[in-house]
């Protein structure tokens, strides 16, 4: 079992910067994959950034550029640094852990208990 401990929400007006932070915990020897994702109201979940065990990195179309998602090992952190803050980022943003085999098989995946992200504009 891995335990996922989200921090960093807040309101922020358009423009401005946050840094959320996943801090992992537990069974964390065979996770390859760590992400963040976010969902808005009335809207589906969507990856926005992720980086692999080998701190390879992918972005959402909407976020290259502004966010950066980075990783701390001796800490078991992975951080979101999101700059240039739109009003269209608000959502509740989740850290998903995962232990992926395939593009659509996943050996295990843990996600955190969400924090919010309001932005205005």
């Known amino acids: 079992q891995v335990h996922l401990v989200e921090s960093g929400g807040g309101l922020v007006q358009a423009g401005g910067s946050l840094r959320l932070s996943c801090a992992a915990s537990?069974?964390?020897?065979?996770?390859?994959?760590m992400g963040w994702y976010r969902q808005a109201p009335g809207k589906q979940r969507e990856l926005v950034a992720a980086?692999?065990?080998?701190?390879?990195?992918n972005y959402a179309d909407s976020v290259k550029g502004r966010f950066t998602i980075s990783r701390d090992n001796a800490k078991n952190t992975v951080y979101l640094q999101m700059n240039s803050l739109k009003s269209e980022d608000t959502a509740v943003y989740y850290c998903?852990?995962?232990?992926?085999?395939?593009?659509?098989?996943?050996?295990?995946?843990?996600w955190g208990q969400g924090t919010q992200v309001t932005v205005s504009s």
């Open positions: 980086i692999t065990d080998r701190s390879s990195t």
């Open positions: 537990g069974n964390i020897f065979s996770i390859n994959f």
């Open positions: 998903n852990a995962a232990s992926v085999v395939t593009a659509t098989v996943r050996r295990t995946n843990y």
